[in-house]
T-cell receptor, first 110, second 117 residues
Framework: RKEVEQDPGPFNVPEGATVAFNCTYS??????FFWYRQDCRKEPKLLMS???SGNEDGRFTAQLNRASQYISLLIRDSKLSDSATYLC???????????FGSGTKLNVKP | EPEVTQTPSHQVTQMGQEVILRCVPI?????FYWYRQILGQKVEFLVS????????KSEIFDDQFSVERPDGSNFTLKIRSTKLEDSAMYFC???????????????FGPGTRLTVL
């Protein structure tokens, strides 16, 4: 079973749309959760950490559901510049190891 | 803004040759990582390094791989005898802390594309 699973997409949405991605993880002892974005042939960049209480950063909202072992990312008012692959990242309790999902590709169209 | 740098940006090598990929982490960071990404596939954790020793490694990180922090700034990944399947983008990352709530950001370098012929 994969450590982290994501719907690969692509999600094709018009500008201004709201889009949501989910990610599931297999290790119930996982402690740290993140969303990264990766542009084509570039390095991953942290979008936001995901906290138990949920957190928001501008148009982006992340939620964690420990009982169901999934993480979500909501993007409101999509911009063309949001087009990228969104990576779900999970770290288990021993911390120094990070598991990446395969990523969900988002295409925002004019 | 401080950044992680990696050299070279692209390395081409013959199968069986040794390669060393170099990274300069952000200067006040304490935790260092190597990841690889085969074209079209996910980012895979290779190894983490703290206090001059490996703290975690994945199944991919076998005896052909080694890491070193030879001085106060560089962090290197050596592949002793490259195979065709080692062709990938290799990313270095660093952070000030790790683990727990509010884990510090890992900053990634731009990567080294390794092509094994």
């Amino acid at each position: 079973r994969k450590e982290v699973e994501q719907d690969p997409g692509p999600f094709n949405v018009p500008e201004g749309a709201t889009v949501a991605f989910n990610c599931t993880y297999s290790n119930s002892a996982s402690q740290s959760f993140f969303w990264y974005r990766q542009d084509c042939r570039k390095e991953p960049k942290l979008l936001m950490s995901v906290y138990s209480s949920g957190n928001e950063d501008g148009r982006f909202t992340a939620q964690l559901n420990r009982a169901s072992q999934y993480i979500s990312l909501l993007i409101r008012d999509s911009k063309l510049s949001d087009s990228a692959t969104y990576l779900c990242v999970v770290s288990p309790v021993n911390f120094n190891k990070f598991y990446f999902g395969s990523g969900t590709k988002l295409n925002v169209k004019p | 803004e401080p950044e992680v740098t990696q050299t070279p940006s692209h390395q081409v090598t013959q199968m069986g040759q040794e390669v060393i990929l170099r990274c300069v982490p952000i200067s006040n960071h304490l935790y260092f990582y190597w990841y690889r990404q085969i074209l079209g596939q996910k980012v895979e954790f290779l190894v983490s390094f703290y206090n001059n020793e490996i703290s975690e490694k994945s199944e991919i990180f076998d005896d052909q791989f080694s890491v070193e922090r030879p001085d106060g700034s560089n962090f290197t990944l050596k592949i002793r005898s490259t195979k065709l399947e080692d062709s990938a983008m290799y990313f270095c990352a660093s952070s000030t802390t790790t683990g727990g709530i509010g884990t510090d950001t890992q900053y990634f370098g731009p990567g080294t594309r390794l092509t094994v012929l």
